[in-house]
């Protein structure tokens, strides 16, 4: 029989004990800014990155709760007492003005 050469590289990973990659925090904010700013969907991002979708969504989770909140302020004309409208967003909010229009850009507003 011949025999069988290996050879050791250590790459400076660090690994958990079940033998898991450990990414930096620095690192997981690194490529979540990066997966924002490249316009892909996660799955594409992750694929093109050679990470795991489930622990990259993790990280985008985890560091979107840190995210500076925005706020648009509008200004809508006072609805007459008898007249209005009302939309239940999918999220549960609850959006009341006078016009179609008013609405439509109140929304607009929140999700920006």
Do not use: N
Request: charged content about 25%.
């Amino acid at each position: 029989m011949g025999s069988i050469t290996a050879e050791v590289v250590d790459t400076g990973e660090k690994r958990d004990q079940q033998g898991r990659r450990v990414t930096p925090v620095e690192r997981q904010l690194e490529l979540v800014r990066a997966y924002q700013a490249s316009g892909l969907t996660q799955a594409g991002f992750v694929r093109r990155e050679g990470l795991r979708y489930s622990t990259f969504a993790g990280w985008v989770r985890k560091h979107s709760r840190f995210a500076k909140v925005k706020f648009a302020e509008l200004r809508l004309p006072a609805p007459p007492a008898a007249a209005g409208l009302e939309v239940q967003l999918a999220d549960g909010m609850i959006v009341r003005g006078v016009t179609v229009t008013d609405l439509v850009a109140l929304v607009r507003a929140l999700r920006s």
